[in-house]
Every structure is written in C-alpha cells, then in structure tokens.
C-alpha cells in the first residue's frame, strides 16, 4: 500500500546531541511537510518542500534544518536538541494541487524524547 | 494570520449516539478549505471530511456531517451512531486557497471518548 513512513517511531536523544528523523513516501507527491506536535498542542508546521523547493516557517527556530535528496525522502534535522523540542513530529505529503481534494497524508509520527 | 480555535478539549458520547465537535476560525480571506482530521492512539491522522468555502452545501462523508457558519466562521463536525472506532484526537484545520501556502492551521485538538 502506498503510505507515509517516519523511522524511528520513538527516538531519544542527549540535550544538545544532533538528531537526524526520516520521512519516506510511495506516493510519489510533490510537497513533503514537517510539522512539530507538542503535548496537549496542536500540530505546528516547521517547513515543507514543494518538489526541490524548500519552504521555511517564519518562527521556525534555525536549531531546524530539513533536507530532501529526493521524492521519496525528507529528513529533519535537530542540530542541537534542547529539552523545549521534545514533541512528536508529524511528517505529511501531498501531492500539490491548488484544489481542496489535495489532501495532506500523514505519516505515524516520531516522538523525540530530549534527556 | 489565521487562527483555528477548538474550545472543548475533551468530549464523551454513549455509542450509537449522536455527537458534534465545535470548531470556530479567524481569517481575513474570502476563500479557503477547512478539514476534520482524526488522529487515533499511536496512529497517524487521517481525514475524516473536508469543506471549501464558496460551497454553501455543507459537506457529508457518511455518518460524518459538517455544519459550516461562514459568517459566523464555524465549522463543527457531527458525527452521528458513534462507534467505539470513532475514539480519537479529533482536528480541525484550515488552509489557504493561495498557492505556495498550502499548510495546514490546526485547532488543539478535542478527544473523543465513546463509551460502550
């Protein structure tokens, strides 16, 4: 089945320690989206590329960085893990049409823990 | 900006009844498409119903309507002969008809519990 995969599931990491989570998709959509869900918060969009194109949140902190080096991947990157960024993060694809039927996919999400 | 404003954190329903989550907006933008995603324990959200504006006719998805309000800028999702499956995180979004801002303005959140 075609679907949105993030490794790890669960990941933990040392404050201050970079680490790197992974987004892959068989969907073969054009735009990959990361977004940041806090406890109890709603999901916060980081950034997201349109094809090669990357697109930056405004008050997306530069401890953030994002690569894609290809359709399929997409991989955040945490430089410097401080105890404030321990959320899930939610991965999305989708296929960019500028329509309502464009639906966003999910993936399961990957709960960083900052110790 | 747009804000997306879910003012009931938690809601609980018998199974088989009816029940409806209350969502309310703010936008300066005459056009754009509101969701209800659902997102189960330890599962990726899913949409569950989607409305664009200019559309009057409030959208249905079989035991899942919406009751959308432009002038009042609500949006809330009934769903009807609940089901223990219906137990989730349920989120309502908005998004931008403008290209080149397709993301997704979620509300916190409200959970629902079905009890059997």
């Known amino acids: ?115 | 900006a747009q804000t997306v404003t879910q003012s009931q954190p938690e809601m609980s329903v018998q199974e088989a009844e009816t029940v409806t989550l209350s969502c309310t907006y703010d936008t300066s933008e005459s056009d754009y498409y509101l969701f209800w995603y659902k997102q189960p324990p330890s599962r990726q959200m899913i949409l569950v119903i989607r409305q664009e504006a200019y559309k009057q006719q409030n959208a249905t998805e079989n035991r899942f309507s919406v009751n959308f309000q432009k002038a009042a800028k609500s949006f809330s999702l009934k769903i009807s002969d609940s089901q223990l499956g219906d137990a989730a995180m349920y989120f309502c979004a908005y998004r931008s008809v403008d290209f080149g801002n397709e993301k997704l303005t979620f509300g916190t959140g409200t959970r629902l519990t079905i009890i059997p």
């Open chain 1, 1 to 115: 089945d075609a679907m949105v995969i993030q490794n790890p599931r669960y990941q933990v990491t040392q404050f201050g320690k970079p680490v790197t989570l992974s987004c892959s998709q068989t969907l073969n959509h054009n735009v990959m989206y990361w977004y940041q869900q806090k406890s109890s918060q709603a999901p916060k969009l980081l950034f997201h590329y349109y094809d090669k194109d990357f697109n930056n949140e405004a008050d997306t902190p530069d401890n953030f960085q994002s690569r894609r080096p290809n359709t399929s991947f997409c991989f955040l990157d945490i430089r410097s893990p401080g105890l404030g960024d321990a959320a899930m993060y939610l991965c999305a694809t989708s296929r960019g049409r500028r329509d309502y039927t464009d639906t966003q996919y999910f993936g399961p999400g990957t709960r960083l823990t900052v110790l």
